[in-house]
């Protein structure tokens, strides 16, 4: 009776040996797959001139775009003077210009909005603002800091 317990014993220990480990890259070799991901990245030239800190003429409001994926995702951060959580921040191509949409999600900001267009001649960021606690919509303007 001990001898089929001592096949499957076999078995099972025959089968848990080393496996074939996947040849990897020597080290200093860049892997040819990381390649194409960086070049993903890179912002578009229209919009990798968002980067900066821009701030508002009418007041101690500051955005701040840390940097502008290929996809329009902006990195972005506002201050009034104190930080205010930021939602979605998206940079796009519209009508021959590069437009700025920023939405902010905080206390006092509960679903604000910027939309905005870049004046590259002016070096600006123009458009309105939108006060969704009031309803009201504001004409405002950003120069580079």
Known sequence: MWFPGCILVCLLLCSCGSKEQPATASPGT?????????????????????????ERADGDYTIEIKSVASDGKLEASYYNPSPIHVSRALAALEQGGVKVFIELQDVNYPGCTYSLKYDPAADQLYGTYFQAAVQETYDVTFARK
């Open 30 to 54: 860049a892997q040819a797959t990381n390649a194409p991901v960086a070049a993903a990245t890179a912002p578009r030239p229209e919009t990798a001139r968002l980067a900066g800190k821009w």
